[in-house]
C-alpha cells in the first residue's frame, strides 16, 4: 500500500519539490578565500545521460552562471587566463541527477557549486588544488520543468557573486 501512495504523493507535491528542499553556504573562512580573485573560469561538469534525453543542458547551466557572474562584475576567465592566473581559480559546477521510476519523469537532483583554486600546504610548502568555497542544494523536479534548474544555478551563482563581491568590493 505504501509503495503504491508515495508516487501519488510526490506527483501531487510536484510543484512544491520542484523547488530546492534543502541548501548550504559558505561561512565566513570560506568567503575570505575570494579575496583578491580576479575573476573565475567555470567549469561544469557534463549532465548524466537520462537528463540530457529530457532536455537539461550542460551549455545551459553554463550560460546561466557565466550571465550572473559577467553581470556582477566578475571576470570570468578564459582556459588561457586561467591558465596564467595565480591559484588557477575555477567555479565548478555539478549538476547530479537520479532518474525517479515511475509514472512521469522526475528526477532527484544535487546542485554543487564549488570555487576550487590551488592551495600551498603549511607543512610541506607543497601545492594541492582544493575546494575553499562551495555551496549546494537538494530537490526534486519533473523534467519538464528542467528549467528551474536553470533558476537554482543562478541563484548559486548569485551566492557566490555576494560572496566575492562581499570580499573583493567594486
Known sequence: MVGKKLPLFIMALSGILSLPISASGAGEFERATLKGLPGVRVFVEDIQPDAKADGLRREDIQTEVELVLRSSGIKVLTEEEHLKTIGMPYLYVLVGTNKI?????YYSYSFHLDLTQQVTLVRSRMRATATTWSTELVGIVGARDFNRLQQNA????????????AVNPR
Do not use: V, Y
Open 101 to 105: 521510476k515511475m509514472e512521469g519523469s
Open 154 to 165: 543562478a541563484d548559486l551563482a548569485k551566492k557566490f557573486a555576494n560572496d566575492f563581491l
